[in-house]
Antibody, heavy 120, light 110 residues
């Protein structure tokens, strides 16, 4: 079964750091662009970052540039999001997802998400 | 900055047809924005519905279909059912490797 499972969320103080992980099973992430999407409480979905299959290209939403870093370990079939200098507005459920690309583009597999709360 | 726009809410009667729209605050949506659509209910992961304008995700019934209508992407739901009640999000390619979700449309079936 194709599956993504996030972990690493929790409660963190403002200014703190967290590293989110996303473990893939049922497919090899090396063949796919991967992404992080978040949803703050009561808000909509927000695209956060993308990374190419070989890690050679990374893109971020403007609001997290220089603060978050997306990475991957294809040998461990895992995706990561390093989040530094966290602010209250980073409080959200963070989902990882897989992009299909080529003839069609879209996020075809999603994880359930991991919750991040930034609060003192 | 250009943002992706969606109607905040819509209602449809059971069995009815509704078209949800996805636009740009400046300019027109085209197939080159690769619009895709997702259904979101509380506590669950987003469910993919439509890729690249009009390619249904696996298992999505054909009463869901996507198109470009005028200067917007559109998701049309026919024969609306109670379990279609959800939030619907589109996401567009904005260029420069970046993507943007719309604010979502809350669909009520009543």
């Amino acid at each position: 079964e194709v599956q993504l499972v996030e972990s690493g969320g929790g409660l963190v103080q403002p200014g703190g750091s967290l590293r989110l992980s996303c473990a893939a099973s049922g497919f090899s992430i090396s063949n796919y662009w991967m992404t992080w999407v978040r949803q703050a409480p009561g808000k909509g979905l927000e695209w956060v970052a993308n990374i190419k299959g070989d890690g050679s290209q990374k893109y971020y939403v403007e609001s997290v540039k220089g603060q978050f870093t997306i990475s991957r370990d294809n040998a461990k079939n895992s995706l990561f999001l390093q989040m530094n200098s966290l602010r209250a507005e980073d409080t959200a459920v963070y989902h990882c997802a897989r992009w299909i690309t080529g003839a069609t583009y879209g996020l075809d597999v999603w994880g359930q998400g991991t919750s991040v709360t930034v609060s003192s | 900055q250009t943002v992706v726009t969606q109607e905040p809410s819509f209602s449809v009667s059971p069995g009815g047809t509704v078209t949800l729209n996805c636009g740009l605050s400046s300019g027109s949506v085209s197939s080159g924005n690769y619009p895709s659509w997702y259904q979101k209910t509380p506590g669950r992961a987003p469910r993919p519905l439509m890729f690249s304008t009009n390619t249904r995700s696996s298992g999505v019934p054909d009463r869901f279909y996507g198109s470009i209508l005028g200067n917007k992407a559109a998701l049309t739901i026919t024969g609306a059912q109670a379990d279609d009640e959800a939030d619907y999000y589109c996401v567009l390619f904005m260029g420069g490797g970046t993507w943007m979700f719309g604010g979502g449309t809350k669909l009520t079936v009543l």
